[in-house]
């Protein structure tokens, strides 16, 4: 049997009953590709935390329909209110108190009192969302330490024989995470900067946006750890020229003369084609044979934040030596 499967109607009822049973199945979103299960079943959880490979409960996003089912999972404050129905649907995460009576499984929060909720906008994963009426816990569906998937067969070379199925829903339109709000206080905090501009929420709130980054403290968000997206090559970044040996990941126009293989993100300078393009360009650069990728400097500006954010990370990892 095929693991990947068209996301068509019959396949998402299919997948909604693997999903009942406390199966795993990885579905598109607008953001990345997302390893989904029952968010109400500790042991489907626990499915998803053994099929990545992760060493570490990490709390995962909780994806729903919509914002009332929202509500009804988690507390939402004036402000988180007025976030959610700003961007939602779409790839922008809020973290909320968890209301006290909610079918939430303990695991998926990592025992947190707080939980991560997001509305996706892609048309598959709103439909599997309708059809199995479950809330679900979706990371995104790679091994662990690998970078996201943004296209179906991403997500078979890492998860293949552990996924019931995965429907294919094309490559994601955005192709970075979601941006990661704490909203449970007075003002929001920035966890993690993703497919939502600063900007944009910046411009909405008419404020500036504090980030958790720049706080004193552990991080709050476990995404935040320096090497969590790392390709195994390693990443030089601000390269202006490539070095012998080294693979290039390039963006814009001129680019420095290079040996294969080289992707350009975007030969335009678009910074919207490039985050789409990212973590394609690198798992094909991230080769046998390819020590460093030499990354051409990225403006930090509207989705730059968030690619260059990945993109550090990726350079910090230190278990690649
Ligand atoms: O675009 C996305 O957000 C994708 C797609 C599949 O929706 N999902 C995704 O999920 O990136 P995941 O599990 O890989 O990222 C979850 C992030 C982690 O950094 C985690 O620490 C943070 O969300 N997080 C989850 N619950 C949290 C909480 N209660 N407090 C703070 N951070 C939390
Ligand atoms: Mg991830």
Redesign the pocket.
């Known amino acids: 049997m095929m693991t990947v499967v068209p996301a068509n109607p019959e396949m998402i009822e299919a997948a909604a009953r693997h999903l009942a049973l406390g199966r795993l199945v990885a579905f598109p979103?607008e953001?990345?590709?997302?390893?989904g299960a029952d968010a109400t079943s500790g042991r489907a959880v626990a499915g998803i935390f053994e099929a990545k490979g992760r060493s570490r409960f990490?709390?995962?996003?909780v994806?729903v329909a919509d914002v009332e089912e929202a509500r009804g999972l988690a507390l939402f404050t004036p402000l988180a209110l007025r976030l959610a129905k700003a961007f939602w649907p779409g790839?922008l995460?809020l973290?909320v108190q968890r209301r006290v009576d909610d079918p939430l499984a303990d695991l998926v929060?990592?025992g947190?009192g707080?939980?991560?909720l997001?509305v996706?906008a892609h048309p598959v994963?709103r439909a599997l969302l309708a059809a199995s009426g479950l809330p679900l816990?979706?990371?995104?569906?790679n091994r662990s330490g690998h970078v996201?998937p943004t296209r179906a067969e991403h997500v078979a070379a890492d998860l293949g024989s552990r996924v019931a199925l995965i429907l294919d829903g094309g490559p994601a339109a955005l192709g970075?995470?979601?941006t990661?709000l704490?909203a449970t206080g007075v003002r929001p905090v920035l966890?993690?900067s993703?497919?939502v501009t600063t900007e944009s929420i910046e411009a909405m709130l008419g404020a500036g946006l504090a980030r958790a980054a720049a706080m004193a403290g552990a991080p709050?968000?476990?995404?935040?750890l320096a090497s969590?997206y790392a390709p195994r090559a390693r990443l030089r970044l601000e390269a202006r020229e490539v070095r012998p040996g080294e693979a290039l990941l390039a963006f814009g126009t001129p680019v420095p003369p290079a040996a294969e293989p080289a992707i350009n993100l975007s030969a335009r300078g678009d910074l919207v084609e490039a985050a789409a393009n990212l973590f394609a360009a690198l798992r094909a650069l991230d080769q046998p044979g390819v020590e460093t990728i030499a990354v051409m400097p990225i403006p930090g500006t509207g989705l730059g934040e968030a690619i260059n954010d990945r993109l550090r990370r990726g350079a910090a990892r230190e278990d690649h030596l």
């Open positions: 979103t953001t990345v590709y997302g390893l990490n709390p995962l996003i994806h790839p995460t973290v929060t990592a947190l707080t939980v991560a997001r996706p994963a816990a979706a990371p995104s569906a996201s970075l995470e979601s990661i704490d966890l993690r993703g497919a709050r968000s476990p995404g935040q969590h």
